[in-house]
């Protein structure tokens, strides 16, 4: 069977993409998915300075954990149209710690917020950078409004047709 690793890039302990991730993967029944919550990490700010000797036991466990699954979920907010810092801070521990860490797997690229544009220009730029870790861009999903759209647990008809199309996307280049 099939591995996927999903998280969410964002530190709050009420995140809407964390929900979106686990809302995701319970859709997902014919794979090995394991949601990684990272909410609670404490990673210091990557510096030069720390290199190379300096590795936070989380970015090390984090890039294990990586070159064990198939395939990834990621899903992260959007602060002020871009990456938020506590996400970018562990996409430059890893750049440093694993050259094209992602290896050529695939990809789903996912962002949700209460607004109407659900995150997608940091998504966006998700789908630019994680090429240069070695990520293949399998699909993308942005879920605008999200407090609208989920309800109860349970997503929008209309939503719920995109967001299974972009998971057998995935599923279909594991």
Known sequence: MKKILALAGSNSSNSINHQLIEYTASLIKDADVKVLDIRSWDIPIYSIDMDPD?????????????????????????????????FKNILDWLSRRAKKVFADKPALLMSTSPGKGGGAN?????????????????????????????????????????LNAVVNELKSKL
């Open 54 to 86: 300096q590795t936070p036991e989380k970015i090390t466990e984090l890039i294990t954990l990586i070159q064990e699954h198939d395939g990834f979920i990621v899903s992260s907010p959007e602060h002020n149209g871009g990456t938020p810092a506590f």
């Open 122 to 162: 940091h998504r966006k730029f998700l789908e630019h950078t994680l090429p240069y870790q070695g990520a293949s861009i399998a699909a993308a999903y942005s879920l605008p409004s999200f407090q609208q759209n989920m309800q109860n647990g349970q997503l929008e008809a209309g939503e719920l047709e995109k």
